[in-house]
């Protein structure tokens, strides 16, 4: 096709706008002020209206003018054998240890992934321990149940992206 019909037949794109707006009581945006780390780059929370998240502790979305991204690799706990709540700590710990050599905090996570091979049992767990360790405007979230991870024996792995 030559240059000149590509350009006749290519559709203009136009941008996707979404705006911050009130989501169900305990859903989506807190009007809270951010924490201290957004006030050294512009960052907002994308919350569609008619579109809250699943759940309490999940953003739909951000909007980030940042100068860097750190990508974290799927991190899991280190005793396999302990219960899940402690596992969970564990890979928390873990990902907060691999975020403060990048000069980070969970105060700039904006997009965590979990993987479980046992979802159904151990997702509420999970929500109740990721509270623990982020705060308001909570990250934009995915979890997916899987039958198997990398590592024999392992049952969750969490993967975080922030901006500085």
Do not use: C
């Amino acid at each position: 096709m030559d240059h000149k019909l590509r350009a006749r037949t290519k559709k203009k794109r136009r941008p996707i706008r979404a705006t911050v707006a009130s989501a169900p009581a305990g859903l989506g945006h807190d009007p809270s002020p951010p924490p201290s780390a957004w006030k050294k780059r512009a960052l907002k929370v994308l919350a569609p209206a008619g579109l809250p998240p699943a759940d309490l502790g999940y953003s739909q979305g951000f909007l980030a003018d940042a100068r860097k991204l750190v990508v974290l690799a799927g991190n899991g706990p280190d005793d396999l054998a302990a219960d899940m709540e402690t596992q969970m700590h564990q890979t928390f710990r873990r990902i907060e240890r691999v975020l403060r050599e990048a000069g980070a905090t969970f105060d700039h996570v904006i997009f965590i992934r979990s993987y479980f091979v046992h979802l159904a049992r151990d997702l509420p767990v999970f929500r109740k321990v990721r509270r623990q360790y982020l705060s308001r405007p909570y990250p934009a979230s995915t979890v997916v149940g899987v039958t198997a991870l990398a590592v024999p024996g392992l049952d969750i792995e969490v993967e975080v992206m922030a901006v500085l």
